[in-house]
Nanobody, 118 residues
Framework: QVQLVESGGGLVQPGGSLRLSCTAP????????MAWYRQAAGKQREWVSS???????LYSDSVRGRFTISKDKAKDTVYLQMNKLKPEDTAMYSC????????????WGQGTQVTVSS
């Protein structure tokens, strides 16, 4: 297994923006859909967004209209552009494959912390 590597988190004021990156070597060639999750302190991990093999995107109700998921196939990288950030977006963000044929390719990364605070 290859460990996923997330980056791009940080401290941002409400209304600000961040772009998260997830490097997943081989996900393009293996036709893997990818997903972003987040876990706030003291809460369960929740699904945020997915990008399918055809490039179509899915979003949770809480982020739809504010976040955009995308991918760079040549770089085997998935992005999460986060705009209009709110304090409730504060969480550790992680990425993961979503298709069964990719289930053995990757392990969870360390995640990247996003903190939205004034």
């Amino acid at each position: 297994q290859v460990q996923l590597v997330e980056s791009g988190g940080g401290l941002v004021q409400p209304g600000g923006s961040l772009r998260l990156s997830c490097t997943a070597p081989g996900f393009t060639s293996a036709n893997c859909g990818m997903a972003w999750y987040r876990q706030a302190a003291g809460k369960q991990r929740e699904w945020v967004s997915s990008i399918l093999t055809d490039g179509s995107a899915l979003y949770s109700d809480s982020v739809r209209g504010r976040f955009t998921i995308s991918k760079d196939k040549a770089k085997d990288t998935v992005y999460l552009q986060m705009n209009k950030l709110k304090p409730e977006d504060t969480a550790m963000y992680s990425c993961r494959q979503r298709d069964s044929w990719c289930s053995h390719l990757f392990s969870w990364g360390q995640g990247t912390q996003v903190t939205v605070s004034s």
